[in-house]
């Protein structure tokens, strides 16, 4: 079974591993939640982060 995967670049949704812009294709879906999840508080560290860096917050 095939999943629908999402390039990194682009953010165009597709099938395969590559996309045509030459990104990588990664799963959109979030991981699974968890409430013993010792690595949570580095994740959201890491995403805010990003979202600076993107000028978003």
């Not at 995967?5 to 996309?19: A, D, G, P, R, V």
């Not at 990104?23 to 699974?32: C, E, F, I």
């Not at 013993?36 to 560290?45: L, M, Q």
Request: with cysteine; charged share 35%.
């Amino acid at each position: 079974m095939r999943h629908i995967l999402k390039c990194e670049n682009c953010k165009k949704y597709l099938i395969t591993q590559k996309c045509l812009c030459g990104g990588k294709a990664v799963n959109p879906k979030p991981q699974k939640y968890s409430p013993e999840d010792a690595y949570g508080k580095y994740r959201r560290i890491a995403k805010k982060e990003e979202l600076k860096k993107e000028g978003l917050v």
